[in-house]
């Protein structure tokens, strides 16, 4: 059973980078039948998908974060890491990284999620 | 790139069902028959519930099911359940190896 754990501070000041890395076990990185996301969730609002990441190193970002994510893959450590620039307090959330299922399309590994307020 | 619409609330009693929608565009739910549900009870991660429109994972009851029509996905939840109080949350792929998440229901067992 595949199991994922995100990691990193839990505060951070406006306008520094967000990073966060996710750590795989039962499972490894570097297979090439899924995808490795990194999904958020406001407080009291709803899920947003972030970006994902292949075994590859391929990545694929939302559009409306493009310019301010960074995802990174390290097979060696079998994790996956995120960068979010420039923080505001908007970017306060719950994030959690997850395993998608290529050909499925579909999300069925979660971490727990690990809550990061952006605040000085 | 906007969210998918679904409603803010949708319940029902023990024993009855509950149909929530999740409306995009021809360019997400439309498009692709990729949509899938998660449930979400508070403080947890979310959960997968239906995939690629109307699949169930194993494990999900049979009391869930997912449909679609045209540019409206659907998920029914027949003989409700007090642990089927959750947060229910569509998703769709949208093209251009983008996903896109619905509003959020939340679904209450009266």
């Known amino acids: 059973q595949v199991q994922l754990q995100e990691s990193g501070p839990g505060l951070v000041k406006p306008s520094e980078t967000l990073s966060l890395t996710c750590t795989v076990s039962g499972g490894s990185v570097s297979s090439g039948s899924y995808y490795w996301s990194w999904i958020r969730q406001p407080p009291g609002k709803g899920l947003e998908w972030i970006g994902y990441?292949?075994?590859?190193?391929?990545?694929n970002y939302n559009p409306s974060l493009k310019s301010r994510v960074t995802i990174s893959v390290d097979t060696s450590k079998n994790q996956f890491s995120l960068k979010l620039s420039s923080v505001t307090a908007a970017d306060t959330a719950v994030y959690y990284c997850?395993?998608?299922?290529?050909?499925?399309?579909?999300?069925?590994?979660w971490g727990q999620g690990t809550l990061v307020t952006v605040s000085s | 790139q906007s969210a998918l619409t679904q409603p803010p609330s949708a319940s029902g009693s023990p024993g009855q069902s509950v149909t929530i929608s999740c409306t995009g565009t021809s360019s997400d739910v439309g498009g692709y028959n990729y949509v899938s549900w998660y449930q979400q009870h508070p403080g947890k991660a979310p959960k997968l519930m239906i995939y690629?429109?109307?699949k169930r994972p194993s494990g999900v009851p049979d009391r869930f099911s997912g449909s679609k029509s045209g540019n409206t996905a659907s998920l029914t939840v027949s003989g409700l359940q007090a642990e089927d109080e959750a947060d229910y949350y569509c998703?769709?792929?949208?093209?251009?190896?983008?996903?896109?998440f619905g509003t959020g229901t939340k679904v209450t067992v009266l």
């Open positions: 690629e429109v109307s």
């Open positions: 998703s769709s792929y949208a093209g251009s190896n983008n996903f896109i």
């Open positions: 997850a395993r998608g299922q290529l050909g499925e399309m579909a999300t069925r590994y």
């Open positions: 990441i292949y075994y590859s190193g391929s990545t």
